[in-house]
């Protein structure tokens, strides 16, 4: 298995709404990632999280909070957020968050959740 | 930290004929460069990737080619098919060996094979 699922697909929230989006993989990797992709635009990094540990947070709004249940599972709860907020939320996953004799670099990303706050 | 730029922003090529992108990065100790293909509504696909100790890597239609000394990298596309329209974008990790897989990306080439 060399996927990456993510769940919604699609998302529509309120700003006083709280919702969270859910990433799954099966790969064995022990590095998770969140990016946010707005529209034309490349992916951004949000979080990165390595043996279930938070390890980089690229100075991302707490209205954005995650969690890493377990080495296989990576959630993005959401609270009042933005309509500047919509995006793409794209999850991605590698064997490790670091580079040891040439290999842990290659991530693997899920189809995104598109979400929308009005 | 690292600085990526990817031209052009857009290319369209007849099907059949020969497609190539090019990236430039700024930080001399990057050893690893992925290209991404994205699909309208899809999130990016690994396409290939090259590692500082080579040159030139190959993989069917598609071909990466390193240049340590000038730091620019290039995806080629032989024989473009219409199914090979989409976003492609070109990254480089900030950070050098063990240092934290962070992907800088280029800022995607719009390609269309036109049929």
């Known amino acids: 298995d060399t996927e990456v699922t993510q769940t919604p697909k699609h998302l529509v929230m309120g700003m006083t709404n709280k919702k969270s989006l859910k990433c799954e993989q099966h790969?064995?990797?022990?590095?998770m990632y969140w990016y946010k992709q707005k529209a034309k635009k490349p992916p951004e990094l949000m979080f990165v999280?390595?043996?279930?540990?938070?390890?980089i947070n690229e100075s991302v709004p707490s209205r954005f909070s995650p969690e890493c249940p377990n080495s296989s599972l990576l959630n993005l709860h959401l609270h009042a957020l933005q309509p500047e907020d919509s995006a793409l939320y794209l999850c991605?996953?590698?064997?490790?968050?670091?580079?040891?004799?040439?290999?842990?670099?290659?991530?693997?990303f899920g189809p995104g959740t598109r979400l929308t706050v009005l | 930290g690292e600085n990526v730029e990817q031209h052009p922003s857009t290319l369209s090529v007849q099907e059949g004929d020969s497609a190539v992108i090019k990236c430039t990065y700024s930080?001399?100790?990057?050893?690893?460069f992925p290209w991404y293909k994205q699909e309208l509504g899809k999130g990016p696909q690994l396409i290939i990737d090259i590692r500082s100790n080579v040159g030139e890597k190959k993989d069917q239609r598609i071909a990466v080619t390193l240049n340590k000394t000038a730091k620019h990298f290039s995806l080629h596309i032989t024989e473009t098919q219409p199914e090979d329209s989409a976003v492609y974008f070109c990254?480089?990790?900030?950070?050098?060996?063990?240092?934290?897989?962070?992907?800088?990306f280029g800022t995607g080439t719009l390609l269309a094979v036109q049929p």
């Open positions: 790969m064995g990797h022990r590095a």
């Open positions: 930080d001399s100790a990057s050893n690893y």
């Open positions: 990254a480089a990790p900030e950070g050098y060996g063990g240092a934290t897989n962070k992907l800088i």
């Open positions: 991605a996953s590698s064997i490790t968050d670091r580079a040891l004799a040439g290999v842990g670099y290659e991530q693997f």
């Open positions: 999280y390595s043996y279930e540990k938070l390890s």
